[in-house]
């Protein structure tokens, strides 16, 4: 049995935390809170560890299949990293945009227009409650938002980002549904797949995985998620 599968088989008696306060839905427990807490906290570390080289990174995180809880988790990370450094959310999944909803700001504009050259970065950036938590909405989508997710003007695009903020969080599309998402976790510094317990079949996070690795993408882990929250005790594994 791989590490994955024994990390599935054990993930299941995990109990689900609740949300970090100063969010818009408050903790039940200060039991769940501190757990939450901890979780991402150990995950972060584990980020860390993995890219000592990297001054500011840009890390990626996707799922084998839709609504596996990616936009969730990196919400919840961003504001755990932002109580001590600038940290940017970018909202790259084009097929279904979410992280406005969490930050409770527009999707009028956003990703898409300074893709395409309508707007600058900061044009884009809505003003946010939380001082070092910035996001930056996934705008309008159309077909000009598809053909462009390994090209240059990502690239430079990542590139500004990295100049103006210390981390940068980036939701990308499901991989078996919008397979060339791999390509874009290939330009960032590490990707992180989520997977949700008793939900994803284990050959086609497999099939992801494989993905990943002919895109040149760098894996960082495995975020084990269940149901709508992450667990405590999530799964890291190195490659």
Do not use: W
Not at 17 to 46: D, F, K, M
Not at 112 to 141: F, R
Not at 170 to 186: E, G, Q, T, W
């Amino acid at each position: 049995m791989s590490r994955l599968e024994d990390a599935l088989n054990k993930a299941y008696q995990s109990p689900a935390p609740t949300r970090l306060p100063g969010t818009p839905r408050q903790p039940s427990s200060a039991v769940g809170q501190a757990s939450e807490i901890q979780s991402l906290s150990s995950l972060y570390t584990n980020i860390q560890l993995a890219l000592p080289d990297v001054a500011r990174p840009i890390i990626a995180f996707t799922s084998a299949v839709p609504k596996e809880g990616v936009t969730s988790i990196l919400y919840h990370l961003g504001g755990l990293i932002s109580r001590e450094k600038k940290v940017l959310l970018v909202d790259f999944n084009i097929l279904s945009p979410g992280l406005h909803k969490f930050m409770q700001v527009d999707n009028i504009k956003g990703l898409s227009d300074v893709l395409q050259g309508k707007k600058g970065l900061a044009d884009c950036i809505p003003e946010s409650l939380n001082p070092n938590l910035d996001v930056l909405p996934c705008g309008p989508t159309g077909a000009a938002s598809f053909q462009i997710m390994g090209s240059g003007v990502v690239r430079s695009l990542l590139a500004e980002m990295r100049s103006v903020y210390d981390v940068v969080l980036v939701d990308c599309p499901s991989l078996r549904n919008f397979p060339d998402a791999a390509i874009l976790c290939a330009l960032c510094d590490g990707v992180v797949l989520v997977v949700k317990t008793r939900k994803t079949k284990r050959e086609v996070i497999q099939y992801s995985q494989e993905l990943l690795v002919k895109a040149g993408a760098r894996e960082l882990g495995v975020v084990l998620n269940r149901v709508r929250y992450y667990i405590p005790e999530f799964i890291y594994r190195r490659l």
